[in-house]
């Protein structure tokens, strides 16, 4: 038997192995999915973070400004108030004594990138107690979500909140009093001596004099009375008045297509089944041909559920708006409602809906 002799040059074959594309090819896939779902998890932290902390600014400073009326017993025209200025909009002004000094001055500060608003423009206005007028939420809302700010009527904030404190307070029925108190007597009143007036006297008339004739003549002396007489003036023809040429009547113009609304304010509730949803009628008046009917909501995020019926007008008449309310704190507020005709006629008109738990 003949011996195959190795050397160093001898090469020995051996068995390889690895991958094919298919594995690779899903191995990829895997990665970008783990990969995409990261990102948007960190894009959602960082939003949340966001209006998180905008909320939590905007509460601060709500407090503070409550806070330096009660310390300053603050006089009217001098209370401390934080305002807003409507959807969309990401500043909002305070007014207080910031340094201490007992000088009030009026700031404006900026929520975080991408943080906005998304209540109607309000005003709250703390008198020297702390309190102000009417309950206010503030929403604060971006792409991750919206935190509503709850400012009570005694002055109290609560952030991200479903129970708002005022709508749970009962009406309270305020019994009549009477006979605590003896009604005095009417006092018969003192007669009132009436002064007897003093004439006014009557005015004599002063007769009016004379004029004395100036003679016309030139006076000759032979007693004839042969004066010189005037030469008198001859009058102008009179001119002809040219009689005007009639213009015709300009067509009658068109009276101008305008839009309305049955009522420009709603109050829904979150819980009351009968306030759950509100109608608004929208009509046209001077319209011609086809309009289509649409409503939406001012700002950012979708707080309301909004349907019109019927979505057009085929000239002048009116359609019906359904507005309802959404449960969730981030749902509480005061919003815009915008109904509006395409093509256009008049002006979009606006809705405040206001909507408690």
Same mark, same amino acid.
């Not at 207080?96 to 975080?112: A, E, K, N, P, Y």
């Not at 404190?165 to 007597?185: C, Q, R, W």
């Given at each position: ?181 003896? @009604?005095?007597?009417? *006092? $018969?009143?003192? +007669? /009132?001596? %009436? =002064?007897? &007036?003093? !004439? #006014? ?28 007489? @005037?030469?008198?003036? *001859? $009058?102008?023809? +009179? /001119?002809? %008045? =040219?009689? &005007?040429? !009639? #213009? ?39 319209? %011609? ?69």
């Amino acid at each position: 038997m003949q011996k195959v002799r190795r050397t160093r040059h001898t090469r020995w074959s051996h068995r390889q192995s690895g991958f094919t594309m298919l594995q690779m090819m899903i191995t990829v896939a895997i990665i970008a999915i783990v990969t995409t779902f990261g990102i948007l998890g960190i894009r959602n932290a960082r939003a949340e973070t966001r209006v998180q902390n905008s909320t939590r600014r905007f509460a601060i400073y709500v407090e503070r400004a409550r806070g330096d009326s009660i310390r300053r017993h603050a006089a009217p025209g001098s209370e401390a108030f934080v305002q807003t200025f409507g959807e969309g909009t990401s500043t909002f002004n305070v007014r207080m004594d910031f340094d201490g000094s007992g000088t009030v001055q009026t700031r404006t500060f900026s929520l975080d990138e991408g943080v906005t608003f998304n209540n109607v423009a309000q005003t709250a206005t703390f008198d020297w107690r702390g309190r102000i007028v009417e309950r206010l939420v503030f929403q604060i809302i971006n792409e991750a979500r919206g935190i509503p700010v709850d400012v009570s009527g005694s002055g109290d904030i609560t952030v991200d909140d479903q129970v708002f404190s005022d709508d749970e307070i009962p009406g309270v029925a305020l019994a009549a009093v009477t006979n605590d108190v003896v @009604p005095d007597a009417t *006092p $018969t009143p003192t +007669p /009132t001596t %009436t =002064p007897t &007036p003093i !004439p #006014t006297p009557t005015p004599t008339s002063t007769p009016t004099p004379t004029p004395t004739p100036t003679p016309n003549g030139n006076g000759n002396g032979n007693g004839n009375g042969n004066g010189n007489q @005037p030469t008198p003036t *001859p $009058t102008p023809a +009179p /001119t002809a %008045t =040219p009689i &005007p040429t !009639p #213009t015709a009547s300009p067509s009658p113009v068109p009276p101008a297509c305008a839009s309305s609304v049955s009522a420009s304010s709603l109050t829904l509730s979150q819980s009351v089944t009968n306030l759950r949803s509100g109608t608004v009628t929208f009509s046209l008046t001077n319209a %011609t041909g086809a309009h289509t009917i649409s409503a939406f909501t001012a700002g950012s995020g979708n707080p309301l559920t909004l349907s019109v019926s019927p979505a057009s007008l085929n000239g002048s008449g009116s359609t019906t708006v359904t507005i309802g309310a959404k449960t969730g704190n981030g749902n509480r507020g005061t919003f815009t409602v915008n109904i509006s005709a395409s093509p256009s006629c008049g002006v979009a008109q606006r809705v405040t809906v206001s909507v408690g738990n």
